[in-house]
């Protein structure tokens, strides 16, 4: 099994002579002695070694088909099956060996040659089996198991296309396999095309109701839309076959944990790694669990596990690079060590020293600028970019967009637009990536967002551009191939300790918000009308560490008769959240009555109505908030903010300062009380406050796209510059 439904194997020989002669069947096999009875023909010898290899006995099968080479060296069917029973006991190199001679002596064996395909997958050489297999179907055109096999690792390359084509051929002759059906849906749905990889997963399960995977992937797909008690219902259904399947408990974890039910979710995930400590996918899972209740220690733990594990596995560095951003707790030395730690192995030397000498270094031609991410979607560094992409100025600039974009949707569309050229990334190694970017003389590559969702930072270590930038990702990417991070002098300061690889490059103004129309009204603060001040914050609960809750605590005690109102999706729908979080409050003496919980609201303009209910705003650490900040501003809430030493702690002030709100960012907790408690002495000044802030902030440099993009251009230009009289990088 490789993860989905298992390679298909043909050990049938061809005919050779009188094969079938009846000695193979009719005798049992405790009877014969082959090695004690000379008579036996090499034909009869496999007949009856291929009786002990069906019976599991490997040893007895092996001993036969040496014997048979003992009497021909070159026999090309003994050779084949010894390098099955080789496979068969995980020696995958000898089998290849075996198998190889095999074809060589016999250029017409198919068989010989699927087996062979077997063999390189198992030692993992996926493309030398690609070729193999397809050298089986250039013999035999309709060989069904080495067309499924040769669909498995398309699939494996990421070429769901040419996997999706193969898996129809296989039907149109065999439409009765309930493993094809299932490989088709999920090519299909690799590439976007849910519809018909739903049909799929159902006609596979027509045939086949236990088809656990195809009943996953239903699931799954349920799971994808937002449909979560059906993708539950579907994981409980494989799971009452099979009560220990690994796969079905992780992915019906996710779902729980997606459906806010976080504590059934941590249950579910911690069933599935006793049954195997060392699953990657379980115990990300588990990581994220904990990380969405705001247990950072724990999440850490478990990130940490899954990458020691595999070190090199993207998903897990993403996760650890992320949750430690939460941690108040490490050092500015000691997140500068574990990006490194985790990002150095990533590092390609021998990529180093390109030199670009064909490339054009006029320092005032058109320079070409290629964006890569997952997020030309409806996202919110999307939203953030956008303004971007729209004013770029294309008599001087030649836009090139890289999209990992499994689901394309209307921002999709209208990133398409913006740009001059447009380049899917779906189903390409990073190698692969890489090289179209540098076919492309890319001169500047722009890495959006590195560490978060399906981006590909690490596509920047085969130097496929000359000037390489990271943007929008929240610390130093840790790589040594990214050349300039982009950021503002509020972020980073002269005087930072934030530490990087990259050279800091600072922009008169770093986030740029998109006008939104038909936004809710701003309605008077409700401190008016309730007499009392009601707090509030939308951000992700995984930012409310114990600092956070002490601190907004003291908030509370310094405002008489105030409250907290706290919303983050479904986060607060399950009574257990709400207690374990009124339970946080009232370590530091706050009453449960004090703390509000909102629960999901899906409609965008209903969410941002929500902020009706709120004074003011309170920001967490170490990690603020950007869109939730920039919400607040221009619903009328103004946010208090605290400016800490990183990139991260950072971001709300300078959100508000740009704004046109400076004061509302101070430099420690006492200042952050008395911010709080001054814009909660006077309704009436604060609803003053309310009614103009969100024509000041739409007037502000945070909504000057013009402006904004001639800043960013200004940084390409002066880079190009840098590079093109020096033909160097920065050093770190």
């Known amino acids: ?40 023909s090499a034909n009869e010898l496999i007949s009856i070694a291929n009786r002990f290899h069906r019976e599991g006995d490997l040893s007895q099968a092996e001993t036969i088909f040496r014997r048979i080479l003992e009497l021909i ?22 089998a290849i060996k075996l198998i190889s001679k095999s074809t060589k002596l016999a250029p017409e064996y198919y068989q010989a040659f699927n087996n062979l395909g077997n063999a390189l997958d198992a030692a993992g050489k996926i493309e030398e089996a690609e070729g193999i297999y397809e050298q089986a179907l250039d013999i035999k055109a309709d060989y069904l198991e080495a067309m499924f096999n040769l669909g498995i690792m398309k699939r494996k390359l990421r070429k769901y296309d040419e996997a999706e084509k193969l898996f129809e051929d296989y039907i149109k002759i065999d439409p009765t396999n309930a493993s094809t059906h299932f490989e088709l849906g999920f090519s299909c749905e690799r590439q976007g095309n849910r519809t018909k990889a739903q049909m799929c997963y159902g006609v596979a399960l027509n045939i086949d109701p236990k088809h656990s995977l195809a009943r996953i992937g239903l699931a799954g797909l349920y799971q994808t839309v937002g449909r979560l008690k059906e993708s539950i219902e579907q994981y409980d259904i494989t799971l009452s076959d099979d009560k220990d399947l690994t796969k079905a408990l992780n992915s019906k974890g996710i779902a729980l944990r997606k459906s806010g039910r976080f504590e059934e979710a941590i249950e579910c995930l911690m069933r599935s790694y006793e049954l195997d400590r060392r699953d990657t996918e379980t115990l990300n899972a588990i990581a994220s669990a904990y990380q969405s209740i705001g247990d950072i220690d724990k999440a850490t733990y478990y990130y940490t596990e899954a990458l020691r594990v595999n070190p090199l596995s993207e998903a897990s560095h993403k996760c650890v690079l992320f949750v430690i951003l939460n941690n108040y707790k490490l050092s500015t030395k000691e997140l500068f060590e574990i990006h490194r730690e985790v990002r150095g192995p990533f590092d390609k030397p021998e990529f180093d020293n390109k030199d670009f000498l064909s490339r054009d270094k006029s320092l005032t031609r058109k320079i070409k600028v290629g964006y890569i991410s997952s997020d030309f979607r409806t996202h919110v560094v999307a939203m953030n970019v956008l303004p971007l992409l729209a004013n770029h100025n294309h008599d001087q600039f030649e836009i090139f967009l890289y999209g990992q974009v499994e689901f394309p949707d209307e921002i999709t569309e209208l990133c398409k637009g913006y740009a001059d050229h447009w380049c899917s990334t779906m189903q390409k190694t990073d190698k692969e990536v890489a090289d179209i970017i540098e076919k492309d003389e890319i001169d500047i590559l722009v890495v959006l967002a590195g560490r978060f969702d399906e981006n590909r930072p690490i596509i920047t270590t085969y130097r496929p551009a000359p000037i390489q930038v990271s943007f929008h990702d929240c610390a130093t990417s840790g790589l040594e191939s990214m050349d300039y991070y982009l950021t503002d002098s509020i972020l980073h300061p002269e005087n930072t300790v934030e530490k990087f690889t990259e050279e800091l490059y600072r922009l008169p103004y770093y986030y740029q918000y998109p006008i939104q129309e038909g936004i809710p009204e701003i309605s008077d603060t409700p401190a008016l009308s309730k007499g009392y001040i009601t707090f509030g914050s939308f951000n992700k609960p995984e930012k409310l560490g114990d600092s956070v809750i002490e601190l907004w605590s003291n ?4 405002v008489p008769r105030s409250k907290l109102l706290l919303k983050y999706f479904n986060h607060y729908d399950e009574e257990s959240m709400k207690q374990r979080w009124v339970s946080r409050f009232e ?9 509000i919980f909102m629960g999901s609201i899906d409609d965008r303009q209903s969410h941002l109505a929500l902020y009706d209910f709120i004074d003011i705003a309170l920001d967490p650490f170490p990690f603020n908030g950007a869109t939730t900040t920039f919400e607040s501003l221009s619903m009328g809430v103004p946010v208090v903010s605290l400016l800490g030493k990183h990139f991260v702690d950072r971001v709300a002030g300078s959100i508000v300062t740009h704004a046109g709100y400076p004061e509302l960012a101070v430099e420690n907790k006492s200042d952050y ?9 006077d309704y009436k000044k604060l609803n003053h406050m309310r ?19 001639e800043s960013v251009e200004n940084a390409y230009r002066e880079m190009w510059t840098t590079w093109a009289e020096t033909g160097g990088y920065k050093e770190n």
């Open 1 to 40: 099994m490789d993860g989905h439904t298992g390679k298909q194997v043909n050990i049938k020989p061809p005919i050779v002579g009188n094969i079938n002669s009846g000695l193979g069947t009719a005798i049992p096999l405790s009877q014969i002695n082959p090695l004690k009875k000379t008579s036996f």
């Open 555 to 558: 908030v509370l005690s310094s």
């Open 73 to 94: 060296p070159e026999h090309p069917i003994a050779l084949h099956f010894l390098g099955v029973i080789a496979l068969d006991s995980d020696n995958a190199e000898a």
């Open 691 to 709: 009614q103009k802030m969100r024509n000041k902030v739409f007037k502000s440099n945070l909504c000057d796209g013009i402006r904004y993009a």
């Open 673 to 681: 009380i008395t911010c709080a408690r001054t814009l909660a002495t």
């Open 587 to 595: 370590k530091y003496n706050v009453n449960a009555s004090r703390i």
